[in-house]
């Protein structure tokens, strides 16, 4: 098993429990390790057969936009899905932090993996 990794993703989003957060966008930063097998992709030097990193990162950037939650765990949980069902991703790691929402910590967030990591070959 190989992973595409895109790291320190920041997206704009609606996200937070307190009235006043509900009237403005945060910045969220993102990790993520998706799963896949990228041995076709690198013998035919072919983007078409792995895991199109620039648009996972977009398709992300617009799910923030299109979407407010209240919790950062229901933002993951969501994209998470979203991810897996729409890129055929069997198995990912996914790191929210939401910065300066703790005045004393650097950031504060989630670490979810969801699906069935494939076994080495």
Same mark, same amino acid.
């Given at each position: 098993m190989d992973l595409v990794l895109i790291e320190s993703l920041g997206v704009d989003t609606v996200?937070?429990?307190y009235d006043w957060?509900? *009237?403005i966008t945060q910045r969220l930063v993102l990790d993520l390790e998706l799963a896949t097998d990228i041995r076709p992709a690198a013998a035919d030097d072919d983007i078409a057969q *792995?895991?199109?990193y620039a648009a996972i990162s977009k398709r992300v950037k617009a799910f923030a936009a299109d979407h407010d939650f209240a919790l950062v765990e229901t933002f993951a949980e969501r994209l998470a899905a979203m991810l897996r069902e729409e890129f055929s991703i069997p198995w990912l790691r996914l790191s929210v932090r939401k910065p300066g929402a703790v005045p004393t910590a650097g950031a504060v967030g989630v670490r979810i993996e969801r699906g069935t990591r494939p076994e080495e070959a």
């Open positions: 996200i937070g429990v957060e509900r *009237t *792995t895991l199109d």
